[in-house]
């Protein structure tokens, strides 16, 4: 077994995972809790960007942030069911993270709007909060299915790895 992520890295993850996961449960009449939520999730968010820049070389961004070809064939593989493993994040999952992290950040930020003086009790303003909030949903389902597919073809437990933060070497 080799160390893949650190434990910033996987704090960072299942924080965010808490804080996203609670955010969502107290959307309705959560009142300040949910904004602090809200609040946690962006500085979580903002401190894995620093992480994606000055961490490890597991956690930087130009170690599994591909590029759009590299990506879509990738994406083909997948299709065929002859991708390739990959012992941090594949091309696909790398590009969930900057997803979920962009998502999660307009939600916050588009929250903490809200509650200014000038977008107070704002419709439009609580409509793109609302629509940041569903479309983090489907990322997070995408991403959960991801995870999934991807334990499965490999035959890894990857939620064991994000706890761990180890994984089987490469052959």
């Known amino acids: 077994m080799v160390r893949v992520w650190d434990a910033f890295v996987r704090i960072a993850h ?14 309705h009449g959560g009142g300040r809790l949910h904004e602090w939520l809200g609040y946690a999730a962006l500085a979580i968010v903002v401190a894995r960007v620093v992480w994606g820049f000055v961490g490890p070389v597991t956690a930087r961004f130009r170690n599994f942030v591909r590029s759009a070809p590299e990506t879509l064939r990738y994406a083909l593989l997948v299709g065929r069911s002859r991708e390739a493993r990959h012992l ?36 439009t303003m609580e409509a793109v909060h609302g629509a940041c909030a569903d479309a983090l949903v489907v990322l997070v ?17 990857l939620v064991a790895a994000m706890i761990s933060g180890r994984k089987r070497d490469l052959p």
């Open 88 to 123: 941090g994040h594949n091309p696909l999952g790398g590009w969930m993270i900057v997803a979920l992290l962009a998502m999660i950040a307009a939600t916050a930020l588009t929250g903490w709007l809200y509650t200014t003086p000038k977008y107070w009790g704002d419709a």
């Open 14 to 27: 299942w924080s965010l995972v808490v804080a996203v996961v609670a955010s969502w449960l107290t959307r």
């Open 141 to 157: 389902v995408l991403h959960l299915t991801g995870v999934a597919l991807t334990s499965i073809r490999h035959r890894e437990n």
